[in-house]
């Protein structure tokens, strides 16, 4: 195991988290999904996320359990779901309140149209110490899905000097926008 990168996702339909097991099977590391303490369930759920997002409101998070602490990583991994045309409302919270303890961040935003929003890598990096190091943008079940999916691996793989694994196949209604 690879135990200098993270991958923590946040994922209220479970795409994100699809993409972001995969990527920590291709790259042989932990994987850690952040939780919050709101009800974002069905319709009602569906309007809550929106409304956070473009008010920027946040709700603490549950405690993270990592096998080392967030400092430690030589690189830390995020995805996050695109809500209203932002990050998700759980990332920029996590940001918000952890931000200034990673070094080397990379961002992965998940979203079901082909924009590929490229404002919201910024609004990210407005809570860190420094810039993000990579980034892709990806419509799961898109044409271009595994191209840019592999393409941020490779990066990462050649930023780390690591080898990566083989992904599982998965199942592809699974991953569908």
């Not at 369930?41 to 569906?46: A, S």
């Not at 602490?69 to 030589?74: I, V």
């Not at 943008?137 to 080898?163: K, N």
Request: aromatic residues 8%.
């Amino acid at each position: 195991m690879n135990d200098n990168i993270i991958c923590i996702c946040y994922s209220r339909t479970g795409k994100t988290r699809q993409v972001m097991k995969e990527l920590s099977a291709a790259l042989d590391c932990e994987l850690v999904a952040l939780r919050d303490t709101a009800n974002r369930q069905g319709l009602l759920g569906t309007l809550r996320c929106g409304l956070d997002a473009m008010r920027k409101k946040t709700k603490p998070i549950n405690h993270l359990v990592m096998r080392r602490r967030l400092s430690d990583y030589d690189l830390v991994i995020l995805g996050t779901p695109v809500w209203a045309g932002r990050c998700s409302s759980v990332m920029r919270g996590f940001l918000k309140r952890r931000g200034y303890e990673m070094d080397d961040v990379a961002y992965v935003i998940t979203h079901a149209s082909e924009e590929p929003y490229r404002s919201v890598f910024e609004q990210m990096d407005r809570y860190l110490e420094r810039p993000h190091v990579a980034e892709v943008s990806l419509c799961p079940g898109s044409a271009g899905y595994v191209f840019w999916r592999d393409q941020f691996l490779r990066t990462v793989a050649e930023r780390m000097e690591i080898e990566l694994q083989p992904i599982p196949e998965t199942d592809a209604e699974e991953t569908e926008c």
